[in-house]
């Protein structure tokens, strides 16, 4: 059993990838059963799709891997506290498990003082989540030099 922060090692070099093509810098990867199902990583820009979230990408993917659209057995990592747009759809997946690097305390679902996640999704917070701020911060100090 690998432990949460292997993964989010694995999401925060997605987040690297999605830096170095000029996206906000966030990976999300879907594990299930200990094997990665799904990986996404921001590709709004490149898309030109505002949907085109690391969540999303993650979530499209392991769905199209078990052949359904729930994913209650599934642990979503991801370096950045998701947007409502992807709580929305974590609660559609009715998503067993949420480990969430960095909080957004601008555009974070948790800002919203309505539950959006499925009652059944546990949460963890702030794995990896300092390295996962540091590579946001980078990416933004970048954007206005």
Request: proline share 4%; charged share 20%.
């Amino acid at each position: 059993m690998f432990p949460d922060e292997y993964f989010m090692e694995i999401a925060l070099g997605l987040a690297e990838e999605a830096a170095d093509d000029g996206e906000i810098p966030v990976g999300a990867v879907v594990v299930s059963h200990n094997r990665i199902i799904g990986k996404g990583r921001n590709q709004t820009e490149q898309l030109s799709d505002v949907t085109a979230h690391a969540e999303i990408l993650a979530l499209t993917a392991a769905s199209q891997y078990l052949g359904g659209k729930y994913l209650t057995d599934c642990t979503l990592y991801v370096t950045l506290e998701p947007c409502v747009m992807c709580a929305g759809a974590l609660y559609w997946a009715q998503l067993g498990r949420l480990v969430i690097g960095a909080p957004d305390t601008k555009r974070g679902y948790r800002r919203i003082d309505t539950p959006l996640l499925h009652p059944k999704t546990r949460i963890e917070t702030g794995v990896l989540g300092d390295e996962s701020q540091a590579l946001l911060m980078k990416f933004f100090q970048g954007l206005r030099t």
